[in-house]
């Protein structure tokens, strides 16, 4: 069964760091992009980031761009997140998801992990 | 950026009913186009994607069209299991982006 379960959330306060991780299982984790998706409490989907097969090729949302950083370990089947100098508009549950071949959207969700920047 | 633009961004109906959603894209984006069903709590699922293709597993009454700007998702006959919330997705060029939603709830 294809399976990605996301960890790593908690509450951190504003300025603070947190990384998350995405476990993936189930298929050929290596030959697959990667991508972060979050959601603030009511509110709409917002694409955060995508990482190529080898992670060579990340790529960020504008709001994330500096602080954000997407990485993978293909070894381990793990999906990374690191987030840093965070603010309280980031608080949302962020997804990983996988893409569809490259050509056809995001096919595979996570369960979600929540992040709440708060003092 | 390419904006979707998603409406109505909430509608009521009663099981057995037709509804149809759409998204309108700021620019053209050929047929790079998902549309996604949310429960409260759960994470998005993929109904549709290249704007017309039915995820396996999806009932037939699901379907969607459209090509460039104009995109609708239909549910032929509304079942209880479909209230939900739905998104479009455009993945023509980064940054991806999503319609703001839909929320489909019992009349």
């Known amino acids: 069964e294809v399976q990605l379960v996301e960890s790593g959330g908690g509450l951190v306060q504003p300025g603070g760091s947190l990384r998350l991780s995405c476990a993936a299982s189930?298929?050929?984790?290596?030959?697959?992009?990667m991508h972060w998706v979050r959601q603030g409490a009511g509110k709409g989907l917002v694409w955060v980031s995508r990482?190529?097969?080898?992670?060579?090729?990340?790529i960020y949302a504008d709001s994330v761009v500096g602080r954000f950083t997407i990485s993978r370990d293909n070894a381990k089947n793990t999906l990374y997140l690191e987030m840093s100098s965070l603010r309280a508009e980031d608080t949302a549950v962020y997804y990983c998801?996988?893409?569809?071949?490259?050509?056809?959207?995001?096919?595979?969700w996570g369960q979600g992990t929540t992040v709440t920047v708060s003092s | 950026d390419i904006q979707m633009t998603q409406s109505p961004s909430s509608l009521s109906a009663s099981v057995g009913d037709r509804v149809t959603i759409t998204c309108r894209a700021s620019?053209?984006?050929?047929?790079?186009l998902g549309w996604y069903q949310q429960k409260p709590g759960k994470a998005p699922k993929r109904l549709i994607y290249?704007?017309?293709s039915l995820q396996s597993g999806v009932p037939s009454r699901f379907s969607g069209s459209g090509s460039g700007t104009e995109f609708t998702l239909t549910i032929s006959s509304l079942q209880p299991e479909d209230f939900a919330t739905y998104s479009c997705?455009?993945?023509?060029?980064?940054?991806?982006?999503f319609g703001q939603g839909t929320k489909v709830e019992i009349k």
């Open positions: 998801a996988r893409g569809d071949g490259g050509i056809y959207g995001l096919d595979v």
């Open positions: 189930g298929f050929s984790f290596s030959t697959y992009w």
């Open positions: 990482v190529n097969g080898d992670g060579s090729r990340p």
């Open positions: 620019q053209g984006i050929r047929n790079d």
């Open positions: 290249a704007a017309s």
């Open positions: 997705l455009q993945y023509n060029s980064y940054p991806w982006t």
